[in-house]
């Protein structure tokens, strides 16, 4: 069973860059089948798609988001990375971790952004 595990800092400063990593074990990211996603969930709101890397490593990015997000991966550590510029309060939510489709997620890590 593949299982996804969130990590990085719970609270950036605005301006600032946010780094979260996705652990993956029981399935490697390198597999022909799932991408690998980052879903966000502001509070009192729904979930958005921020964008996803393929088993080949080519990148998909939601197009609000595009201009301030990267996604890589490592593929000796079968981790997979966000990468969010230039954070907003309005960043701040749920960062989710999961497979596309979305068979399996992460438990999810909440981020703050503020000074």
């Known amino acids: 069973q593949v299982q996804l595990q969130e990590s990085g800092p719970g609270l950036v400063k605005p301006s600032q860059t946010l780094s979260l990593t996705c652990t993956v074990s029981?399935?490697?990211?390198?597999?022909?089948?799932?991408?690998w996603s980052w879903i966000r969930q502001p509070p009192g709101k729904g979930l958005e798609w921020m964008g996803a890397?393929?088993?080949?490593?080519?990148?998909y990015y939601s197009p609000s988001l595009k201009s301030r997000t990267s996604i890589s991966r490592d593929t000796s550590k079968n981790q997979f990375t966000l990468q969010l510029s230039s954070v907003t309060p309005e960043d701040a939510a749920v960062y989710y971790c999961?497979?596309?489709?979305?068979?399996?997620w992460g438990q999810g890590t909440q981020v703050t952004v503020s000074s």
């Open positions: 029981g399935g490697s990211i390198t597999t022909n089948y799932y991408y």
């Open positions: 999961a497979t596309l489709p979305g068979d399996y």
């Open positions: 890397i393929a088993y080949s490593g080519s990148t």
